[in-house]
């Protein structure tokens, strides 16, 4: 069966490595603090201010002034520091983030990424999705594999405006964890339950099946 918001988070937070300074965008990436492996050391960092963002806050630890670059109460770990908007986009651009974990709306076979507008919606406008695509090597887009009406949002090529070009590596949804390279889709992992034909039917970019597809583990 498909993968839940938090299982997508968890199976994400395994590509983190020891020491790595992590971005997570806004939506899904942002559950990702929770999953951190026990007694790995990794620093999230926040568009709005933040290095060593924690887990989200249990009620009785909310503090109304320590939120996300999504508005979202957050905690803050030990040794963690508080600094300008300016100086965290100062990290971005100078590629100091090891890895950056976004949504999006659409992802297609070159790695590009649309995830900041839809045509006749209202808009607040693009935020720090387009200097963590051009300063990061290291991104993984983490979303649904196909919308409510079962159209795929892995593409030949973006349908939305571009947040950026060539810049995606590898994609993780609720059916699938993906590798994209060479003009195409590589499936690496099926979540538990689904099978490789309905990954094949949802998904509308050229997608690349080896002849074993292991299921993720958690």
């Known amino acids: 069966m498909a993968l839940s918001r938090e299982q997508l988070a968890q199976r994400v937070a395994k590509e983190m490595q020891d020491g790595f300074y992590v971005n997570l965008g806004i939506g899904i990436p942002t559950l990702v603090a929770n999953y951190i492996p026990e007694g790995m050391q990794v620093m999230l960092q926040s568009e709005n201010g933040l290095l060593g ?5 249990t009620e009785d630890a909310i503090d109304a002034d320590l939120i996300n670059a999504g508005k979202q109460t957050v905690t ?6 508080f600094f300008s908007s300016a100086e965290s986009f ?8 090891d890895l950056t974990v976004l949504g999006a709306f659409e992802v297609d076979v070159n790695g590009s990424i649309a995830s900041w507008m839809i045509p006749g919606k209202l808009i607040k406008g693009m935020g720090g999705a387009m200097d963590l695509v051009a300063g990061a090597d290291n991104i993984i887009v983490t979303m ?8 795929s949002k ?7 405006p571009l947040t ?3 810049c995606i590596k590898r994609v993780m949804t609720d059916l699938a964890f993906i590798e994209i390279k060479d003009g195409a889709f590589h499936l690496l992992e099926r979540a538990p339950g689904v099978s490789v034909e309905e990954i094949i039917a949802k998904t509308a970019g050229k997608l690349i099946v080896p002849e ?3 299921e993720m583990v958690f």
């Open 90 to 97: 100062a990290m971005i651009r100078g590629g100091h983030v």
């Open 154 to 160: 892995l593409l030949p090529l973006c349908e939305l």
């Open 53 to 57: 963002m924690g887990e989200f806050p």
């Open 212 to 214: 074993h597809v292991p």
């Open 164 to 166: 950026g070009y060539g």
């Open 144 to 151: 649904m594999h196909a919308d409510k009406h079962g159209n």
């Open 76 to 81: 803050a770990v030990a040794g963690a520091s």
